[in-house]
């Protein structure tokens, strides 16, 4: 097939803030009040108009640079490198509104294909430049803030000039895409075919393919679709000593799997320049739906129950009672009953046939084991603030609360206490009045993922206060045995605790593989390698 590229296009993120600027809304003024009574009144607005410290790459390194890449290709204008600098996390948001840009790239590069990522990083290598792979630049994990010691300077390799469909494979079902496409003009161009990628994160308005695979993604609808690795059946990556083409068939017992080495690398051991997924056609009919459970504990049950009998829904999620009764996504439903129990949003999609089919079954199941159905208007609700939660975060942290999340996962014998024991650090370490909300994300027959929301007053120090909640939780993540991330990545945040997960031995394997993609280190580095 002839590349097509997306029919729509997509708004670029404010620097200081989540998402389209236009998107962006202050709290309402019933939600504004219960906020000040929770954590006081305190105005925190953003700086504006801070710029970025002056360019660091020498003068004949520009120039070549733009020899290789063309100059068109090569911006070093205040606007653009603010607009790269770090990701979207509570504590990169803090920096920038803060007016603090000095982890500024010195110039962004836009490749327009494979072979200019292999040129680039053929010139990098040569002088010492480090590279920062850059997608929809949603990372939580300060997976964008490369160290520069030690190079000559740091270039944003920016894939947004790598955003087409490359192969359509309609018998097996696969398709080909570049990096630098996001969620919404994935969905456009397989859309225009009659498909579906079927992977929708809480950033899939602004996240990229490359992203996807970078990080291991899993999406909200990863009960009926998967995890966004599993998507995965090929992958190309240019790498500063090679190209890696690999998956040549949907399953192989040709050694390790290749593919996993670049899947969840977050751009440390090669830079992806095209995916191959698995696709599938798009739904004719979606219905959502909300059920209550007593207790977290009961609904988990009962989550475990459909995963294992094989009843999986296509979205399955589940807030634990304080974020059920404090639902920060919606302030107006705070309060709304003395005992709203545990909600619980189940979804299906398919055909006609296949969603009564499998809604019955469902509901069945769920009846028998203690849930009371509450019809589709909680579902409905979900659905149309599950990209909003962000914005929301912004308006918070104009009134100076602290809001951020993490997540984990754990074997479902373990996930009372993990919920028990994260909670318990949060909140010995922000105090009484923080709020520590949590709801099972993603499911699998031999456990789940808890993803958990934290508000708090900011106090003088947010990124010190923040920092110190984040190692506390994270150290009870790992006691119990957990993972310190499920679908968020390790970036540069989660780096001590990484290591201890994979042990020395891992750190070695590490190092090796990174030594022999990247002998100079130029990729990312200090992100993912310990």
């Given at each position: 097939m002839t590349p097509q590229s997306p029919p729509v296009e997509t708004?670029?993120?404010?620097?200081?803030?989540?998402?389209?600027?236009?998107?962006?809304?202050?709290?309402?003024?019933?939600?504004?009040?219960?906020?000040?009574?929770?954590?006081?009144?305190?105005?925190?607005?953003?700086?504006?108009?801070?710029?970025?410290?002056?360019?660091?790459l020498a003068d004949d390194l520009l120039d070549g640079l733009r020899a290789v890449m063309g100059a068109e290709h090569v911006l070093t204008d205040d606007a653009t490198r603010a607009l790269r600098t770090r990701g979207k996390s509570t504590p990169d948001l803090l920096r920038a509104r803060a007016g603090d840009l000095t982890d500024a790239p010195d110039a962004v590069v836009r490749p327009g294909g494979h072979d200019d990522v292999v040129a680039l990083l053929a010139w990098a290598s040569e002088h010492r430049v480090a590279v920062v792979p850059f997608g929809g630049g949603t990372c939580v994990t300060g997976g964008l803030a490369a160290r520069r010691d030690g190079f000559a300077g740091l270039v944003n390799l920016d894939l947004v000039r790598m955003k087409r469909l490359l192969a359509l494979d309609e018998v097996s079902m696969t398709a080909t895409l570049e990096p630098g496409l996001r969620g919404p003009e994935v969905e456009a161009l397989l859309g225009a075919h009659g498909l579906t990628?079927?992977?929708?994160?809480?950033?899939?308005?602004?996240?990229?393919?490359?992203?996807?695979?970078?990080?291991?993604?899993?999406?909200?609808?990863?009960?009926?679709?998967?995890?966004?690795?599993?998507?995965?059946?090929?992958?190309?990556?240019?790498?500063?000593?090679?190209?890696?083409?690999?998956?040549?068939?949907?399953?192989?017992?040709?050694g390790p799997d290749l593919r996993q080495l670049l899947l969840g690398s977050e751009g440390a051991f090669g830079v992806l320049t095209s995916v191959t997924v698995r696709v599938r056609r798009a739904p004719e009919e979606t219905t959502y739906e909300g059920w209550r459970w007593p207790s977290f504990a009961a609904g988990?049950?009962?989550?475990?129950?459909?995963?294992?009998?094989?009843?999986?829904?296509?979205?399955?999620?589940?807030?634990?009672?304080?974020?059920?009764?404090?639902?920060?996504?919606?302030?107006?439903?705070?309060?709304?009953?003395?005992?709203?129990?545990?909600?619980?949003?189940?979804?299906?999609?398919?055909?006609?046939?296949?969603?009564?089919?499998?809604?019955?079954?469902?509901?069945?199941?769920?009846?028998?084991?203690?849930?009371?159905?509450?019809?589709?208007?909680?579902?409905?609700?979900?659905?149309?603030?599950?990209?909003?939660?962000?914005?929301?975060?912004?308006?918070?942290?104009?009134?100076?609360?602290?809001?951020?999340?993490?997540?984990?996962?754990?074997?479902?014998?373990?996930?009372?206490?993990?919920?028990?024991?994260?909670?318990?650090?949060?909140?010995?370490?922000?105090?009484?009045?923080?709020?520590?909300?949590?709801?099972?994300?993603?499911?699998?027959?031999?456990?789940?993922?808890?993803?958990?929301?934290?508000?708090?007053?900011?106090?003088?120090?947010?990124?010190?206060?923040?920092?110190?909640?984040?190692?506390?939780?994270?150290?009870?993540?790992?006691?119990?045995?957990?993972?310190?991330?499920?679908?968020?990545?390790?970036?540069?945040?989660h780096l001590p605790w990484f290591a201890r997960e994979v042990g020395d031995v891992g750190v070695r394997v590490l190092r090796a593989v990174k030594a022999e993609l990247d002998p100079a280190g130029i990729l990312n580095p200090g992100v993912l390698v310990p």
């Open positions: 708004v670029e993120m404010h620097p200081q803030r989540w998402g389209d600027p236009d998107a962006a809304s202050d709290l309402p003024a019933s939600a504004l009040g219960l906020v000040e009574l929770a954590f006081g009144r305190h105005e925190t607005p953003a700086v504006l108009g801070a710029a970025p410290p002056p360019v660091a990628l079927g992977h929708f994160p809480q950033s899939y308005e602004h996240a990229s393919v490359g992203g996807f695979a970078a990080t291991r993604s899993s999406g909200q609808s990863s009960a009926g679709y998967g995890r966004f690795d599993a998507m995965v059946v090929g992958l190309t990556a240019a790498t500063p000593t090679g190209t890696l083409e690999l998956g040549s068939a949907p399953a192989s017992a040709a988990s049950d009962a989550m475990r129950a459909l995963a294992q009998e094989g009843l999986l829904p296509t979205v399955l999620r589940l807030s634990d009672e304080d974020e059920t009764a404090l639902n920060l996504a919606d302030p107006s439903s705070i309060g709304a009953s003395d005992d709203p129990g545990c909600l619980m949003v189940v979804g299906h999609e398919g055909t006609p046939a296949q969603v009564a089919a499998r809604r019955a079954a469902v509901s069945e199941r769920l009846t028998a084991l203690g849930g009371t159905p509450l019809g589709p208007e909680p579902g409905q609700r979900w659905v149309e603030g599950r990209f909003h939660a962000p914005y929301l975060r912004d308006a918070l942290l104009d009134h100076g609360v602290l809001v951020e999340t993490m997540e984990t996962a754990t074997f479902w014998s373990q996930r009372e206490r993990l919920h028990a024991e994260v909670r318990a650090a949060l909140r010995a370490t922000l105090g009484d009045g923080a709020l520590v909300l949590c709801h099972v994300s993603h499911v699998y027959e031999t456990g789940c993922s808890l993803y958990f929301t934290v508000a708090a007053p900011q106090g003088e120090d947010p990124l010190a206060r923040w920092a110190a909640a984040k190692a506390a939780a994270s150290d009870a993540i790992l006691a119990a045995g957990a993972t310190i991330t499920h679908h968020h990545a390790v970036g540069t945040d």
